[in-house]
C-alpha cells in the first residue's frame, strides 16, 4: 500500500484541506498541530499516538501533539459540523442512508475514559473495552465517516470521581447506544445532513426505543432484528373485528372487560412469522459480488406491526424482511424490519440491509491506517479529539482517491433514488479535473473498493 511521505513541510494537498478547519483554532500554533497530527496519521509511523508521530515527524514534538489534543480550545462538534458540510458539497450523490454501528477498542486498566468490562461485537465477546458509537454516511457513490461518541457505561456515570477524572463534560449523564446515536443523528442533521434513512444492526434494532427515536423524528430505517422479537402481521390485526357486541341483558355481576387486540390477535415472534409464509412467497436475490462471486440468498417479507412491552400494540407498520440460504448451502437466518420504505421493492430493500459491510471497511481502514484505536489517553476530550481528527483524515484520503490531486469539483446531482433499483446505472464519479485550486476535499471509495494511501 502506498504511503504519504511525511516531510518538514506540509503536503500541499493536505494543507489546502485543512485550511477551512484551521480557521477553527485561534492560533499558529495551534493550527501547525493540526497539520502535523493529521499527517502523522496519513504517514507510516507505526503508532499514531502523540508520542509515536511526536518522535516521527519533524516539525513537532509529543508535548505539542498532547497539547493540541487535550490543552487547547477547539471544539469537536463544530468540527464534525464544517467537515460534513464540505463532504455534503464534494461527496454527495444524495438519496444516502445513515448506517449505525458501533466498534470496540480493547483497553487495559480502569482510568480511561469509558473502559470497563463489556460486551463488544469488535472481539466478540465481554473483555475490558471502550465502546464508540459511530454514524457513517453512504449513498450509491460515496460513503464517508459522520460522528462518533464513546459509551459511558453506569459503572462511570455513576461514579462522579472517576468522571472527573477524565474529564467528562458534567452534562453527560448515561446513555444508552441507542440514545447515543440519537443524539448523533441530531448533531449530524443540525450539520445539514439530511438521510433518506438509517440502516444499523439487531444491537440497535432489538431497542424498541431506539425504533421510537427513530420514527418521533420521522426517519426511515431498516434495522436487522433478533428472531424473538414479536411483531404482529398487519393482515390479522386488518382482519381483527374488535370486541363482540354486548348482550342486550347484561347478566348480573361484574360487567365483562374488552380483550382488547394485544389479546385478540398475538404477536408471534419474527422466525415464526416467516416461517408459516409459503415456499412460494421466497425468491433468491443477489445483492453484491463477493470476493467469491455473488452473494446470494432467499429472501421474503410480509407487513407487520411492531408490538411494544408487554405485547402492546404499536401502530407502527412495515416490512418483516427474512433472509436465509439456498437449498444446500449453509448459514443463519437472519430477520430486518423496515419502516416508511413502503415504495421500495424487494430486492432494493435487500440491497439497504446489506449495505452495513461498508462501515465494517470503515473501521478496518481506520484501525489498520489511520490509528483509530492508537489513543493512549484517558481524557474525554483527547479521545474525542483523536476519534474527529482520524475521521477527518480519512475524508481527505478517500477524496483524494476519488478525484485525484490538484483537483477540485462539486459531486455530481442526485440519481432517481440511492441505491439504485435492480437493472438501474449507478452513478459514476466525476473526473477529475486539474484547473484552478488544489483540492479542498475529496471523497470515500465506491463500495467494494480498497482504500489506498497516497505518495507524495
Known sequence: ?????????????????LRP??????????????????TGLLSDVARKTAAGMGRALPGTNDQQLLEFLTGTDWDVAEMDGLRIGHMLEHASAGSGVLVI????????????????????????????????????????????????????????????????????????????????ALALIDQARQAGLQPRAAVTDDGYGDQPTFLDGLEARELAYAAA???????????????????PPAPARRPKGRPSKKTGLEKRVAAQP??????????AAWQEIAWRQG?????????????????????????????LIGERPRPGHSGDAKYYYAWAMDDLTLAELVDL?????????????????????????????????????????????????TYGPATRHPSPGPPARGFPPQGAPKPGRPAARRAGNPVSTGARRRPGARSTKLTE
Not at 511521505?5 to 493536505?14: F, I, R, T, V, Y
Not at 419474527?270 to 415456499?279: D, H, R, V
Not at 449495505?355 to 474525542?384: C, P
Request: proline share 3%.
Open 21 to 38: 478547519f484551521g480557521e477553527l483554532l485561534y492560533r499558529k500554533e495551534n493550527r501547525h498541530a493540526l497539520e502535523r497530527y493529521t
Open 225 to 243: 432484528v433478533g428472531s424473538d422479537i414479536r411483531f404482529r402481521p398487519a393482515e390479522a390485526v386488518q382482519a381483527d373485528a374488535g370486541d
Open 101 to 180: 454501528d458501533d466498534t470496540g477498542f480493547a483497553k487495559k486498566g480502569r482510568d480511561s475514559v469509558g473502559v470497563a468490562r463489556q460486551y463488544s461485537g469488535t472481539l466478540g465477546r465481554v473483555d475490558n473495552c471502550q465502546v464508540l458509537v459511530t454514524l457513517h454516511y453512504v449513498d450509491a457513490v460515496f460513503d464517508w465517516p459522520v460522528n462518533a461518541r464513546v459509551y459511558l457505561p453506569e459503572s462511570w456515570t455513576e461514579d462522579p470521581l472517576r468522571c472527573r477524572k477524565a474529564k467528562v463534560p458534567e452534562e453527560i449523564a448515561f446513555a444508552t447506544k441507542g440514545e447515543i
Open 353 to 401: 440491509v446489506h449495505v452495513r459491510w461498508i462501515i465494517e471497511r470503515f473501521y478496518q481502514d481506520a484501525k489498520g491506517e489511520l490509528g483509530l484505536d492508537d489513543y493512549e489517553g484517558r481524557l474525554w476530550h483527547g479521545f474525542h479529539r483523536h476519534v474527529a481528527l482520524v475521521m477527518l483524515a480519512h475524508c481527505f484520503l478517500t477524496l483524494q482517491q
Open 270 to 279: 419474527a422466525s415464526a412469522i416467516l416461517a408459516a409464509l409459503p415456499e
Open 1 to 17: 500500500m502506498a504511503i504519504i511521505k511525511a516531510g518538514a513541510d506540509p503536503l500541499a494537498e493536505l494543507a489546502a484541506f
Open 291 to 319: 470476493s467469491k462471486g455473488a452473494l446470494v440468498k432467499q429472501f421474503s417479507r410480509v407487513r407487520v406491526h411492531r408490538a411494544g412491552k408487554h405485547g402492546k400494540h404499536l401502530e407502527s407498520c412495515g416490512w
